[in-house]
């Protein structure tokens, strides 16, 4: 099976997941509905069959009419106690149907273990090949600064050689360039711990990096 189709697979196993879990959802939440209307039912019924049971004491209604009340109240008490049960089986089902969700999962990836342990190693090796490469555009770009420092160094050890000066020391390229300021906060050249962990685990690049790449493209500096 090709990547994106195990891939695509997955994805519908986890759709079927959420919708799973939504229809056993909704269905939970009209049981507690169909509860709170029956309650209501109830309420009522028991202070209509009260007085009844009170009125038949007097005789004012037969035993019948009132045993015809009395065992409409029970019907809604045992519906009431038959709504409380099919909640709790809900639970048991919605679990249970999960779980073989998740099951089946499993056992789509075991099928494919080869795959993404393949998957893995590529994208191991392209971390390395990205890092290699941004430290050959550092390289690239060092030589480039360094191309127009080379007068000021230069005129610096005559001047030191001619007695002007006495002393002609010029930072390393690190130093002057390592960090790049834009607006009032330095952005080191090194890729930190945090902000690899950042885009790694959560997919968030530093904003206040984005803005100073999109300032210095306003100031013409990139295209």
Do not use: C, W
């Given at each position: 099976?090709?990547?994106?189709?195990f891939?695509?697979?997955?994805?519908e196993?986890?759709?079927?997941?959420?919708?799973n879990?939504?229809?056993y959802?909704?269905a939970?939440?009209?049981?507690?509905?169909?509860?709170?209307?029956?309650?209501?039912?109830i309420?009522?019924?028991?202070?209509?069959?009260s007085?009844?049971?009170?009125?038949?004491?007097?005789?004012?209604?037969s035993?019948?009419?009132?045993?015809v009340?009395?065992d409409?109240?029970?019907?809604?008490?045992?519906?009431?106690?038959?709504?409380?049960?099919d909640?709790?089986?809900?639970?048991?089902?919605?679990?249970?149907?999960?779980?073989?969700?998740?099951e089946?999962?499993?056992?789509?990836?075991?099928?494919?273990?080869e795959?993404?342990?393949?998957?893995?190693?590529e994208v191991?090796?392209?971390?390395?090949?990205?890092?290699?490469?941004?430290?050959?555009?550092?390289?690239?770009?060092?030589?480039?600064?360094?191309?127009?420092k080379?007068?000021?160094?230069?005129?610096g050890r005559?001047?030191?050689?001619l007695g002007?000066?006495?002393d002609?020391?010029?930072?390393d390229?690190?130093?002057?360039?390592?960090?790049?300021?834009?607006?009032?906060e330095?952005?080191?050249?090194?890729?930190?711990?945090?902000?690899?962990?950042?885009?790694?685990q959560?997919?968030?690049?530093?904003?206040?990096?984005?803005?100073?790449?999109?300032?210095?493209?306003?100031?013409g500096?990139?295209?």
């Amino acid at each position: 099976m090709a990547k994106k189709d195990f891939k695509q697979k997955f994805n519908e196993m986890m759709g079927r997941y959420s919708n799973n879990e939504k229809k056993y959802e909704d269905a939970h939440e009209a049981k507690q509905q169909e509860i709170i209307d029956i309650q209501t039912d109830i309420q009522e019924k028991e202070s209509h069959v009260s007085a009844l049971h009170k009125m038949k004491a007097l005789g004012d209604v037969s035993e019948d009419a009132y045993k015809v009340e009395k065992d409409e109240l029970d019907r809604l008490k045992e519906k009431k106690d038959q709504l409380h049960e099919d909640m709790e089986l809900m639970v048991k089902y919605k679990t249970d149907d999960a779980k073989a969700i998740v099951e089946a999962m499993e056992e789509e990836q075991a099928e494919h273990a080869e795959e993404k342990r393949q998957e893995y190693e590529e994208v191991k090796a392209e971390i390395l090949q990205a890092k290699l490469q941004y430290l050959e555009s550092l390289q690239q770009l060092s030589q480039r600064y360094k191309e127009y420092k080379k007068p000021s160094s230069k005129i610096g050890r005559l001047k030191e050689q001619l007695g002007i000066k006495k002393d002609s020391y010029v930072g390393d390229t690190y130093s002057e360039i390592g960090q790049v300021f834009a607006g009032t906060e330095p952005i080191a050249v090194e890729v930190l711990n945090g902000e690899a962990h950042e885009v790694m685990q959560f997919g968030n690049i530093n904003s206040h990096l984005r803005s100073a790449v999109k300032q210095k493209q306003e100031q013409g500096f990139l295209k």
